[in-house]
């Protein structure tokens, strides 16, 4: 097979989507976004609901739940940004070095190699062999280090901005819907129970877009999105009530 084959082949079937790519911040930012979101309606209606209330009106949630959903949501965007820029420092930097090592310390790094690829499960003669030809080529020797030796990322083809965008806009969109009750003109104890319900549809479908696009098991990962969310939500409600007295 020529080389376009080859091409067509990868572009074809494992091309990924963008949604694949940043899988790790949409879920990361929308179950945040869920859970940060109820917990403010959890902690406000927990201090509300009973004979005992601070009788805070349905206003006050909304207000509180959309100040705090925009401000976690810059702060979530902006942080993943820092993080996956910092990141990408370090890997630039450890490249670096590794790449002068390799070039002023030749047999160590030379023997180093052999050992890692000792560890990875090949014999002495095959870790001879494979080593001899990854140091060939320089570029693909340093990241094979970087990798094995410093146990981190290849970051090269990360994006800092678009990973905030993608966590900030996860949070936003999934932290939103618990808070859709408190729209309309129920009262409060009807928006609350209502926004329970949001919140579970909110945790289901993201267990459902996160099955879909891992390929994982649709139930297992919408029962378990659920469940997670659903505890760290319930705790929100529990300090709230405390509150009460």
């Not at 080859?6 to 869920?34: A, C, R, T, W």
């Not at 023997?111 to 870790?127: A, I, R």
């Amino acid at each position: 097979m020529d080389k376009s084959t080859f091409e067509n082949h990868i572009k074809s079937e494992h091309q990924s989507s963008p949604f694949s790519i940043y899988l790790e911040e949409g879920v990361y930012g929308g179950i945040d976004g869920i859970v940060t979101t109820f917990a403010v309606v959890a902690g406000f209606s927990g201090a509300n609901l009973g004979e005992q209330t601070l009788n805070l009106s349905v206003i006050t949630v909304l207000l509180f739940g959309l100040a705090n959903l925009i401000a976690d949501g810059a702060a979530m965007g902006f942080g993943n940004y820092l993080s996956v820029k910092s990141a990408k420092s370090l890997y630039e930097s450890t490249y670096k070095q590794e790449l002068t090592e390799t070039k002023e310390s030749y047999e160590y790094e030379i023997e180093e190699t052999e050992y890692l690829f000792q560890e990875q499960g090949f014999n002495q003669e095959d870790s001879k062999k494979l080593t001899q030809i990854i140091s060939k080529n320089s570029d693909y020797w340093v990241k094979f280090m970087i990798q094995h030796e410093c146990n981190l990322e290849n970051m090269e083809n990360s994006n800092a901005i678009k990973n905030g965008i993608a966590t900030f806009s996860s949070f936003m969109i999934f932290g939103f819907i618990p808070l859709i009750p408190y729209f309309f003109k129920f009262s409060h104890t009807h928006s609350f129970y209502l926004s329970i319900s949001f919140t579970a549809l909110a945790l289901a479908l993201l267990g459902f877009i996160r099955a879909k696009i891992a390929n994982d098991n649709l139930i297992k990962s919408i029962i378990e999105t659920i469940i997670i969310g659903s505890l760290a939500a319930s705790l929100a409600f529990i300090v709230g009530s405390l509150f009460k007295h």
